[in-house]
């Protein structure tokens, strides 16, 4: 099979989840003896063609627009046309891959232009960000998703939830929706060849148990929930509580919030990280937490499972699918700071406990999070496609 791909984020470039996602499957479907071409945005010196772990990779450049919506509009045009470009050059293409409704537009062009069946990976919707469709941008971007999941072939998701969430939002039929989970290298985690004290001393003291988040800096992630819950946990671990606060954003909402409770000389916010940083990171910290009030699945939660760091969630989204509640993890109730606080402490008290959550929860990263296997799925779903369109005129 030979695939065009198209995401508007890949490493370098990385702004949520969708760029570890399409970094990690399409080198697992190549292994297996398929072709992907990825039509990407261009991201500082990054080269514009460059093949990266199999994939032939087309940085596109984008005009600048008068804001997002506008700038997003100018990249499905010049992905549309570079596209076109590849796909005149090469008949042999049988099908294309969207992720999420920043490249629909393109992709839906490519689809009707050439014939080629279209499969869209949805991570997550509008409506699901901010529990209905409030405003006119929400109005417009729902209704792109809903043209996208009305224009694949078929549609895959991350998790039941989700599942669900489009069918309820979209009114998606059941049978076109698979559902394959995202999944983990645990050996990118692996970093014994550095100074760990050191290390962790640019973030907490000797005594100081490091909570941590990371992620994007938006209310749906609930930081501030962890925040609410931050001032028992400090009290009950006698003042040696850090919670460091990863990921890049507008955070003057967080810390203000964190001055106002008094917590500010324990709390670190450190924007941006490295992946390089954030793996030695994750094998000096106590805790990690991800209080989300809407997550459609929480890789984050299986980077943490590999860095074997004991993982606390709520009960929101896909979490619960991802995290096994006292197995894998301790799930808490979403919006609920007295809840996230007792399961953050359970943590933090009970040593035995939390090494018997991190042995649990990297047995299970083969078990149903492992790239080899959801590959598998995926070209499952592409090569049914590809037969399905094969018997049909368009």
């Not at 592409?382 to 005129?393: G, K, L, P, T």
Request: hydrophobic letters at 40%; proline letters at 4%.
């Amino acid at each position: 099979m030979k695939i065009l791909a198209l995401a508007w984020e890949f490493p370098p470039r990385i702004v949520g989840g969708i760029a570890r996602h399409v970094a990690e499957l399409y080198p697992e479907i190549i292994d297996l003896g398929h072709e992907v071409h990825l039509l990407t945005v261009e991201f500082g010196s990054a080269p514009k063609y460059e093949i990266v772990e199999g994939i032939h990779l087309y940085r596109c450049p984008v005009a600048h627009g008068n804001d997002f919506l506008h700038w997003v509009a100018n990249m499905n045009e010049s992905m549309g046309s570079l596209g076109g470009e590849l796909l005149k050059k090469h008949h042999d293409f049988d099908l294309i891959h969207a992720h999420d409704w920043l490249v629909g537009d393109a992709a839906i062009a490519l689809k009707h232009t050439f014939k080629l069946p279209l499969v869209a990976t949805i991570h997550a919707t509008e409506y699901g960000r901010y529990n209905g469709i409030h405003n006119a941008r929400q109005r417009y971007i729902s209704g792109k998703e809903k043209l996208l999941a009305h224009e694949a072939w078929r549609i895959i998701v991350c998790s039941q939830y989700m599942r669900e969430e489009i069918q309820r939002v979209f009114q998606s039929p059941p049978d076109k929706i698979d559902v394959i989970y995202n999944g983990i290298r645990p050996e990118k985690k692996h970093h014994s060849n550095f100074e760990r004290i050191k290390f962790r001393r640019r973030f907490a003291n000797d005594k100081e148990k490091i909570i941590y988040y990371v992620g994007r800096m938006t209310y749906e992630k609930g930081v501030s929930v962890l925040l609410d819950a931050a001032p028992k946990i400090i009290e009950a671990t006698g003042g040696n509580a850090k919670f460091i606060i990863i990921g890049g954003g507008n955070t003057s909402r967080l810390k203000h919030q964190a001055r106002y409770l008094g917590i500010w000389q324990q709390c670190y916010f450190t924007g941006f990280m490295s992946d390089a940083n954030l793996d030695k990171f994750q094998t000096i910290a106590d805790c990690a937490v991800f209080p989300s009030l809407y997550e459609p699945f929480g890789i984050v939660a299986l980077e943490s499972f590999a860095a074997r760091v004991p993982v606390v969630v709520s009960d929101t989204g896909g979490l619960p699918e991802v995290v096994q509640h006292n197995y894998t993890g301790i799930v808490t109730r979403a919006n609920d700071p007295g809840s996230l606080t007792q399961g953050i402490l359970k943590v933090l008290q009970d040593p035995a406990y939390s090494q018997y959550l991190v042995n649990n929860a990297y047995k299970s990263i083969a078990e149903k999070f492992s790239w080899d296997d959801l590959a598998k799925q995926t070209v499952a779903v592409c090569r049914q496609v590809v037969y399905e369109r094969s018997q049909v005129a368009w």
